[in-house]
């Protein structure tokens, strides 16, 4: 009770002013006061009640309570408003990233449209030039070998040579860029079906080769893209009678059982035989593309380009 205004009028002037809306404010009141009158304070912003007469440590006490509360409320602003800060540095930092991951989207497609036009280009333009130049030579052979000296003839073996080369690195250079790009189309897949028909595709290199082919368990049904693991397949056989030397060839396909890292139990499968085999040092180079062991001719020659597309 005051002359002219009271305590809940002075409370809310006091928050009515911009730089003392957050002011925490005590009532301090020699009158009786009901319930209602408490709420009606709470209302206009008080803290707290103190009743006449005053107990100056416990008004101190419920003073310090308060700016004690209000530091950690303007620690707890500092702090979220540093949080805001952050939270908008790391999105604008990641809309930065999706820019640039669009960006790189839009120029890998741009790309692999170069690609496609140079796979056009190859099958065409390239090869075209090839066939010429094999019938030329194939013709001079047959037609002017005897106006030729025998150094004559062997340039133009040579050059048959190189040309069939030539067609043979750009068919494997298109296969490798269309599986590079092609989506993979996963599905259940008989392995034991995928084999059979594989060793029926390679029957007469095998008949030819004298090959005993062992397959000592069914294959099991797996989910797996049907062309691909059947390229996998005839690639690896193929080369298992392709680099043998030995006078009884075998090749074994197989599956077994192994724990992977985190222990769980998987299906590996093998294609093995008895042939010359990778040394270790070369393990990881027969992997990259035209990279071959025994060079360009050895073993009847190849480009290089079988497992990569796999």
């Not at 192994?258 to 769980?264: K, R």
């Amino acid at each position: 009770s005051m002359p002219d205004i009271d305590g809940f009028q002075l409370a809310q002037i006091i928050h009515h002013h911009p730089r003392y809306q957050k002011t925490a404010i005590i009532f301090v009141s020699a009158v009786h006061l009901s319930d209602l009158d408490r709420l009606k304070g709470y209302e206009h912003g008080a803290v707290d009640y103190i009743s006449v007469p005053v107990n100056p440590e416990l008004l101190r006490a419920k003073v310090s309570v308060f700016a004690e509360l209000y530091r950690k409320t303007q620690q707890f602003e500092r702090l979220n408003a540093e949080l805001e800060e952050r939270v908008a540095e790391r999105t604008e930092e990641l809309q930065r990233r999706a820019e640039e991951l669009q960006r790189l989207n839009a120029e890998l497609e741009r790309s692999n449209r170069d690609l496609d036009a140079f796979a056009y280009i190859a099958s065409h333009d390239l090869k075209e030039p090839l066939r010429g130049i094999s019938s030329l030579a194939t013709f001079l052979l047959e037609d002017y070998a005897d106006k030729l000296d025998e150094a004559g003839v062997g340039q133009l073996r040579t050059m048959m040579r190189l040309t069939r080369r030539m067609h043979s690195l750009i068919e494997s250079l298109l296969h490798y860029s269309h599986v590079g790009r092609a989506d993979l189309e996963m599905e259940a897949t008989d392995l034991q079906e995928i084999v059979a028909d594989t060793l029926e595709v390679l029957a007469a290199r095998l008949q030819e080769g004298r090959v005993d082919v062992r397959v000592p368990a069914r294959l099991p049904t797996v989910r797996a893209d049907r062309v691909r693991v059947g390229e996998i397949f005839h690639n690896l056989v193929a080369n298992a009678v392709k680099y043998n030397d030995k006078a009884e060839k075998w090749v074994e396909i197989g599956c077994a059982s192994a724990p992977d890292e985190d222990g769980a139990i998987r299906q590996v499968f093998y294609v093995k035989d008895n042939g010359i085999g990778v040394p270790e040092e070369h393990r990881e180079a027969v992997f990259r593309i035209f990279r071959r062991r025994d060079g360009r001719e050895g073993y009847g020659g190849g480009t290089g380009a079988g497992h990569p597309v796999v």
